[in-house]
């Protein structure tokens, strides 16, 4: 039985649909599906309740939960311990970042690293700004470079990197696309194609529109910049995005409206206070401050 399918039965479970399953996950629907029918065949039962749109643990499903849950956590706290050590002993530096870091030139300050310490290694891994705090917390990272809005809690120890606007991405024949700025208000009726539901922008998002007076009616979401701006450009919605990944994108069909008032996040260089930085990390530290 493979354990890393018995934690993705944990995802599976937990959102009841395997499309948001499989973007947490990072893999494709028709690979988490092979998992689970093998994690099935391996127990000689059914773990899932397919009847419904969403799909729900039957009672063998149920059964197996408690177990499940304890198994992957205990994966999780061994390999955590295990890497701990061992890139102690390597000079490993590990690195949690957004999935944007080309567009806001991340890749050029750790590439400068690498060069200038050519004896230690970077273990670079991307998730969201959420996942990210919870992995610095667990200390399954030593340094994490996430996306805050203004009113972040200091938990934490932070170097700020650059800032970035909320925008709105809409098909070119919107009736606000012509114009240079809107408030938030203004896209009232229209529907929203967001980033994933556990990531901090769909947060962000449904934060700032309650305060703009309305609930969003969200048609979309996903863990990809690229989706959302194709299916913005088949007038399939209004997008709400930071704007430096998408100017980067370059599609014609869309029209990039900022939002004013301006909805300000800031990226950053996070670690845990109270830490004990070896001289490499120190060093990575350094070269953030310099910017």
Do not use: W
Not at 15 to 26: C, I, P, S, V
Not at 54 to 75: C, D, V
Not at 94 to 122: K, S
Request: glycine letters at 4%; hydrophobic letters at 40%.
């Amino acid at each position: 039985m493979d354990i890393d399918y018995i934690h993705e039965f944990v995802v599976l479970a937990d959102t009841g649909n395997y499309m948001e399953a499989a973007d947490k996950l990072f893999l494709t629907q028709s690979s988490l599906t092979r998992h689970i029918q093998k994690l099935e065949a391996d127990l000689g039962v059914l773990l899932f309740d397919r009847s419904t749109r969403h799909i729900e643990l039957n009672k063998y499903g149920n059964l197996f939960m408690p177990y499940a849950r304890q198994i992957s956590q205990l994966q999780k706290e061994y390999t955590t311990t295990f890497c701990n050590e061992l890139n102690r002993e390597r000079g490993t530096i590990r690195i949690g970042a957004i999935p944007v870091m080309a567009q806001y030139q991340i890749t050029d300050i750790l590439a400068r690293f690498q060069q200038e310490n050519r004896n230690f290694m970077l273990d670079i891994q991307e998730a969201d700004s959420l996942k990210l705090i919870q992995m610095l917390r667990d200390e399954e990272i030593d340094f994490a470079v996430i996306r805050e809005s203004d009113d972040a809690s200091s938990a934490f120890c932070k170097i700020p990197i650059t800032q970035d606007t909320l925008a709105a991405l809409m098909p070119a024949g919107h009736p606000l696309a012509v114009k240079d700025h809107i408030e938030l208000k203004q896209l009232y009726r229209d529907s929203f194609l967001l980033l994933g539901r556990d990531t901090f922008m769909y947060s962000l998002c449904v934060r700032e529109c309650r305060s703009a007076g309305f609930e969003p009616h969200i048609a979309f979401t996903s863990n990809r910049v690229d989706n959302i701006i194709g299916l913005v450009s088949k007038g399939m919605g209004v997008g709400l995005l930071t704007k430096r990944p998408v100017m980067s994108a370059n599609h014609s069909e869309i029209a990039v409206v900022d939002i004013l008032p301006a909805i300000t996040t800031t990226i950053s260089l996070a670690y845990l206070p109270g830490k004990k930085l070896t001289a490499p990390q120190q060093q990575l530290v350094k070269i953030f401050e310099s910017l």
